[in-house]
């Protein structure tokens, strides 16, 4: 039997959680039957970690057998006080789309402990909110900078868990569900709900890119490229929108499609060096080719430079470990997905890469607090910006930021040589 007591809560946080929820939460975590709820507190986590919810603590102060403990739990939910955000949320389908990745899909993968976890576990869900497990309170993970560029010893604990995410994809089809595919089983959850030309958010997005490559590129001085771009950068974009589509041609898996920094926690021995990486936010979570996660974890999280010089060696890393992965689970990598598939889907499968990129470095790599002050100061603005039209505002820091400046022109030089060949 359990009992509870003591509970606070305040403001729009009043009625998040009840006492019933809070039990079955710990309930979930602790596997345990016995116990006693003291007490529990809901407080918002401060800055502005996501776009797309609400991010709190649930602390909970809880008995059993004689012993008392603290338990700290992450809690996602479809915002509160925006409500311009959460109508927004609630038609794309997001918050609705992770809440049943959670419950129905990754539930279902397991192979999420020790050295093999990649995700935080999750202890409930319901439509408008999800519990998982703190993992900078109970594992020590830590995000980093928004301006670091990740090196060798990150990116490899990133792929490793990247592969691990993939290889129990493969598993849960081949070996769990009869070679039944996740797109077939789940078509109503792993719809396309970031890359349509109703979503406001991506088509401010795609505009910001073509304004940043003909105002702020080096290619725009020359007359001929820019009237070449001014032409067709638009319909070379817009490609995007066909190769999003789940493909029988090759090997599909549950693919991320959004490890850039703040969806990647590292955990970090005494000398600072990253020791293990999970990932974070399912939102927006397709069946694809896995080369598209390969692709963005590499262009979201390291500067060209690093990219280029570093490429083949973080291909053949990625495919050693979902080959050895696919081993435990005594699956066939080369029948499976052999590494000459993944180098064919790299060529038909980039764009996606220098679009995301565009589109997410062009409101993360913001100076910091420009978001937040925007969104509490200028609300309306703010959705402006997010939703409709963002061109004036990557326009003016690239034009005031030298850390904007340098990454999003490297980001949209890069993708121009690859559309023009320039």
């Not at 993939?166 to 959850?189: I, M, T």
């Not at 190769?243 to 599909?252: D, F, L």
């Not at 326009?395 to 022109?409: C, S």
Request: aromatic share 12%.
């Amino acid at each position: 039997m359990t009992t509870s007591s003591d509970h606070q809560v305040h403001g729009l946080y009043h009625d998040l959680i009840s006492a019933g929820e809070c039990e079955q939460i710990v309930r979930n975590s602790l596997k345990v039957e016995e116990f006693v709820i003291l007490g529990f507190k809901l407080t918002k986590i401060p800055g502005h970690l996501g776009f797309l919810g609400e991010y709190l603590h649930l602390n909970v102060e809880v008995e059993t057998n004689g012993q008392r403990s603290s338990q700290r739990y992450f809690i996602k939910s479809l915002p509160l006080g925006d409500k311009n955000q959460r109508e927004m949320m609630e038609e794309m389908g997001f918050f609705r789309k992770e809440v049943r990745v959670y419950s129905e899909i990754l539930s279902k993968f397991g192979n999420n402990e020790g050295s093999s976890k990649w995700r935080p576990d999750c202890y409930y869900t319901r439509d408008d909110l999800i519990v998982l497990e703190d993992v900078k309170w109970r594992n020590g993970f830590t995000m980093v900078h928004y301006k670091t560029a990740l090196d060798q010893p990150h990116l490899h604990l990133v792929l490793d868990a990247v592969a691990q995410m993939h290889a129990c994809s493969l598993n849960h089809e081949y070996n769990l569900a009869g070679r039944r595919r996740l797109d077939e089983s789940h078509k109503d959850v792993l719809f396309e709900a970031s890359v349509s030309r109703d979503n406001g958010w991506f088509m401010a997005g795609l505009s910001g890119i073509r304004a940043i490559a003909l105002n702020g590129t080096k290619y725009c001085k020359d007359a001929a490229k820019k009237e070449l771009m001014e032409k067709e950068l638009e319909g070379k974009l817009n490609r995007v929108f066909d190769i999003v589509k789940p493909t029988h041609q090759y090997q599909n898996v549950l693919v991320h499609r959004d490890i850039w920094l703040n969806n990647v926690m590292f955990q970090f021995n005494e000398d600072q060096s990253p020791t293990a990486c999970v990932l974070l936010d399912f939102q927006i979570c397709r069946y694809l080719p896995p080369i598209i996660d390969f692709l963005l974890t590499l262009y979201l999280t390291t500067r060209r430079s690093h990219r280029d010089e570093f490429f083949d060696h973080y291909l053949n890393f990625y495919h050693d470990q979902l080959a050895t992965k696919l081993r435990t689970f005594k699956l066939d990598p080369e029948q499976i997905l052999p590494k000459s598939q993944l180098e064919t889907t790299l060529k038909e499968y980039r764009l996606i890469a220098h679009v995301f990129t565009g589109i997410y470095l062009g409101l993360t790599n913001l100076p910091a607090n420009v978001l937040d002050d925007l969104h509490q100061n200028e609300p309306e603005r703010y959705h402006r910006y997010c939703n409709e039209n963002r061109d004036e505002l990557m326009l003016r820091y690239l034009r005031e930021d030298t850390f904007y400046r340098e990454t999003m022109t490297e980001c949209v030089e890069e993708m121009l040589e690859y559309l023009f060949e320039f």
